[in-house]
Structures are given as structure tokens and as C-alpha cells.
């Protein structure tokens, strides 16, 4: 629908109880039409058309043509379906939906975040954001991106604080300097965290721990409802400039195994950036060493001058199609031509952690 036909369905929408009551008055009958048989609605006036409106709940869609009046609705109601009987040029479409307006705190997956870490601090990318089991919204992210790590031991000196969302237009993904808020308010607070198992300390492999189903790199972000929304999807970066990421999506339908072939990965650092997994007749292994510790998942390859992810890409949804498969992990370079990325798998992820992650709202009585 068009501008003036989008507020016109605001306007009669909010027209009050009794303004319905006119509604009769709109509904004017052709002289040659029997008392019982289909009349006509008057759309001679766009006054008409909102007294028609006003008293019909559940319209998201309508437009006159040619003499007709076209209502799109999620489902036909009773009211409705009178509506529609009684008037011979009223046409009705079922499944019209209502639409949600972008908003700059629509918070999607594939977005930049700060962190606090005492005096300093540091960036990270949105993995895929949901619900939990409560119906409470969350962002999945990577672990490692809640601890303060100690560059020079790889030790824990403590955990970050999440901060706001990272503002898209001077993101590195867009070509800026990146690290500058978005003025949109902290995001929310770390839920369940966990980066890796025990440090692989010393030169001595033989005495590393062994690798444990639930080292994983992997965080949830508990967000703050009066802040941000969170929305499906994942974002493509080509509305950065907008600074609204929400705005050109991909949208996520499942969370899955990844398969060989092809995938995708958004981040604050490259964007929307493809790859290829790293088959297991080439890379036979279930966990890599990231920054000291095992992590469960596996690897992505691309050519060295299109990396998959580069820092700040961390904790960045990856997947493939319309499922999410994983969150960046860590990366380097593979050899001279071939950038490497590990991917911590989201599905094994989801089930070490215990967390009821939905890609839709449930869990609450008025949903």
C-alpha cells in the first residue's frame, strides 16, 4: 500500500468507538439494488472509505480501484465476512499480515556490539537473536567476547560488560574507523557464557587437558526489553548507511547442522562475507585451539583477500541458507592463499549450554 492509503488505515484505525457507529452512513445502497440483494459501497470519498474502515478491526491492507474496495486481512473475521457479503465490490485477501516498522533498535543478527572491560574495551559481532523459553528476548553470541583475556597468558583477568550496539554507518564493515556507539542504550546483560575449557598451558602437548564436549564458544545476552527489540534475521549490511541493519535481512527459519558446500557469515568487522566449509576428509577434527583453549565447532576457508572473518567479527552469525549453523570463533590464515575461520557449531552449542533458544515469541500467556 502506498503512503496516504498506509495512514489512511492508521487514521480510521484510531477512530474513536463511536465514529463506528456512522458506519451505516458509508454504506450507501445503488437505487436499483433490492433491499436484499448485494449493494454497492460508496468510495466516492476517501471520507467514505474511513467511515467503512473504522468500525472493521484487523485490517492491515487496503486500496480502492476501478469502484472496488480490496481489505487485506490476517483472517476473516465474522465482521468481515458480513462486510463482504452484504457488498458486491468489496474484495477480501486472507493472510495480509501486519507489518512491524523498522526501528534503529531492531537488533538483528550480524550486528556490532562494545564491550566494557574495566578502562578499555572492545567489539564484537551479534550472532542470531530470538527468544528464550520464557519468551524473553536474547542474542546469541560468542563466549570468548565476556571475558577479559590476558594477551600475554591467555588467562581470565575477569569478565566484560556488554555495552550498546555499534553504529553501522562508521563500522569497519562500512568502511569506517568503527567503535563508536549507537546511542541506542546498553544492550542488556550476559546470560549463560562460556568460552573453552581449561588453558592449554606449556610446551608440553602430552600434558594439555583433553578435549571436553562441553568446551564451547559460546554467549547469550539477556537484552533489555526497553531498549532494543530484537527482530529475525540476519543482516546484509547494504543499510548501514541508514544505520538501521534491520532494514535488508536474511531470514533465519532454523537452527542446524552445517552441511559441506557453501555459507555465509555477518559481522561488524567484514559484513556479509561467503565461504566454504572446510570438508572432514581435509580438517578431521572436532575442536582447534582458540586463544588457548579447546573449542567445539569446525572450519571455514576463503580466499586470503576475502576473508570469511577478521577480528571483531567474533560471535558473528554464520549459516547457511535459512539456518543458523554457528558463531565465530577465532581465525588466521590457513597458508599463503587461504584464510581460515572455526566456527563454534551452533546446535552443539545450544545443547552443552542448555539453552531454550526460539526464533519465534512464545512462553507468555498473551502470545
Not at 62 to 91: C, F, H, M, P, R
Not at 290 to 312: C, L, M, N
Amino acid at each position: 500500500i502506498n503512503l496516504m492509503q498506509k495512514k489512511l488505515v492508521q487514521s480510521s484505525l484510531a477512530i474513536s468507538a463511536a465514529a463506528a457507529l456512522s458506519l451505516s452512513g458509508a454504506l450507501v445502497a445503488s437505487p436499483a439494488m433490492a433491499d436484499n440483494a448485494p449493494q454497492k459501497l460508496d468510495l466516492q470519498s476517501e471520507a467514505h472509505v474511513q467511515k467503512a474502515l473504522s468500525g472493521i478491526e484487523g485490517v492491515n491492507a487496503y486500496g480502492t480501484d476501478g469502484g472496488e474496495l480490496s481489505i487485506g486481512v490476517a483472517k476473516k473475521t465474522d465482521e468481515i465476512k458480513k462486510l463482504e457479503k452484504k457488498y458486491q465490490n468489496i474484495k477480501v485477501t486472507e493472510g495480509v499480515k501486519e507489518l512491524k516498522p523498522y526501528a534503529k533498535n531492531d537488533l538483528v543478527g550480524g550486528a556490532g556490539y562494545l564491550v566494557k572491560a574495566g578502562e578499555s574495551g572492545g567489539a564484537c559481532s551479534t550472532g542470531f537473536s530470538g527468544w528464550d523459553g520464557d519468551g524473553k528476548p536474547v542474542v546469541l553470541t560468542a563466549g570468548h567476547c565476556s571475558k577479559i583475556i590476558n594477551e600475554q597468558t591467555n588467562e581470565f583477568d575477569g569478565d566484560t560488560t556488554v555495552d550498546q550496539t555499534e553504529k553501522p554507518s562508521i563500522s569497519e564493515a562500512n568502511g569506517g574507523e568503527g567503535f563508536q556507539a549507537s546511542g541506542n542504550g546498553v544492550i542488556g546483560k550476559w546470560g549463560f557464557a562460556n568460552f573453552g575449557g581449561d588453558l592449554l598451558e606449556g610446551a608440553d602437548q602430552d600434558k594439555w587437558p583433553e578435549p571436553s564436549a562441553s568446551d564451547i564458544d559460546f554467549a547469550v545476552i539477556n537484552v533489555d526489553e526497553s531498549k532494543y527489540n530484537v527482530k529475525n534475521g540476519i543482516t546484509d549490511w547494504s543499510t548501514a548507511d541508514s544505520d538501521d541493519l534491520a532494514k535488508s535481512t536474511t531470514e533465519i527459519t532454523e537452527v542446524g547442522a552445517h552441511k559441506d558446500g557453501s555459507i555465509s557469515k555477518s559481522g561488524r568487522t567484514t559484513g556479509k562475507t561467503e565461504g566454504k566449509v572446510l570438508p572432514r576428509s581435509e580438517y578431521d577434527f572436532d575442536y582447534q585451539n582458540v586463544g588457548g583453549r579447546w573449542v567445539h565447532g569446525f572450519g571455514v576457508t576463503a580466499p586470503i583477500d576475502k576473508p570469511f572473518s577478521e577480528p571483531g567479527d567474533s560471535g558473528g552469525g554464520v549459516y547457511q541458507g535459512s539456518t543458523a549453523v554457528g558463531v565465530i570463533s577465532g581465525g588466521g590464515d590457513l597458508d599463503a592463499n587461504t584464510s581460515f575461520t572455526w566456527v563454534a557449531d551452533l546446535d552443539h552449542s545450544l545443547e552443552e549450554s542448555g539453552t531454550d533458544f526460539n526464533l519465534k515469541k512464545i512462553g507468555r500467556a498473551h502470545v
